[in-house]
């Protein structure tokens, strides 16, 4: 009696273990799908935001003249290159020359 008893708590053990890692795999699973919708959405708000700025991009450009497009373009390596070694003072104008632009 003492082993089949045993060997029943082993399975009942067993049941519990199977029955945990189920609600734990089913719990992952929703917190994953959850996640992906998230993901999902910041994924489409990004591309939208991203076409917004090719259109503002590419509206700037036509509106700014052959001058100011160089001087942007002979800056732009420098910028990208090295942005911590850009001083706040030549950062503003450009942002504020290119928000009175639009």
């Known amino acids: ?8 708590s082993v399975v009942a053990i067993d049941n ?5 890692m189920d609600l734990v795999k089913n719990h992952l699973m929703y917190a994953v799908r959850e996640e992906v919708e ?6 489409k708000e990004l ?5 917004q700025l090719e259109r503002e ?10 001058e100011q ?3 942007f373009q002979s800056r732009l390596p420098a910028e990208v ?3 911590e ?18």
Do not use: D, H, Y
């Open 47 to 51: 591309l939208e935001k991203n076409s």
């Open 81 to 83: 290159l090295c942005p």
């Open 57 to 66: 991009n590419s509206l700037l450009k036509t509106l700014a003249s052959p």
């Open 69 to 71: 497009l160089e001087k």
């Open 16 to 20: 519990k273990i199977e029955q945990a």
């Open 85 to 102: 070694e850009q001083s706040p003072g030549v950062a503003a104008p450009a942002q504020r020359s290119g928000g009175s632009a639009v």
């Open 1 to 8: 009696l003492s082993s089949s008893a045993s060997g029943a």
């Open 38 to 43: 998230v993901l999902k959405e910041q994924i």
